[in-house]
């Protein structure tokens, strides 16, 4: 076979299959980024349950930041972290690290579910809605435009492929039939 006949006689094949490869990897990307976004879903309405029974049956005391720390982040930045020291209504003093600005020795206000002493943050309950209701919908948009990506690629690769198959079979000289 010569080297000028194989694009003729391959050419149109390996471009579909080329496109369905590329469309196997598109749509398998496309339901990792759509469980992922369930996930954000998940997390973001557990977060606002939580926020909202801090709001309701939460308590807010004051505590000590006993240390200050600072750590590595990933985009390769440092971050300020805090070691705060909080006293239940009961007596109990827990201690807790988190993000903060706070300097050692400062008083911050500190919120927590009665009973449950391992919620305790220094983070208002209006901060904890806004950062877990834009993960919701971050993971809802997720959830609903990726398979919409799925379908639109797929309805687009399937036009291309009843483009390209006919091309392989005419004559050399044919023209393409239109397309609407």
Known sequence: MSRRRWPRRFGAGARVAGKVAVGVAVTMLAML?????????????????????????GRSVDGV??????VAEPQ???????????TTADG??????????????????VHYEPGRPETASTHSVTSDRVGYGMLALVG????????LLVLML???????????????ARPRGARAPRSR
């Open 33 to 57: 980024f759509t469980v992922l976004g369930y996930g954000f879903v998940r997390g973001g309405l557990d977060g606002l349950d939580h926020a909202s029974a801090v709001a309701a049956r």
């Open 92 to 109: 109990t003093s827990y201690r807790f690290w988190e993000g903060g600005d706070a300097d050692v020795g400062d008083t911050v206000r």
């Open 76 to 86: 390769g930045g440092r971050a300020k972290r805090i070691e705060v020291r909080f």
């Open 154 to 168: 797929g309805r687009e690769g399937l036009r291309a492929m009843r483009r390209a198959v006919p091309t392989a």
């Open 65 to 70: 930041v006993l240390a200050t720390d600072e």
């Open 140 to 147: 809802l948009a997720l959830v609903i435009l990726m398979p």
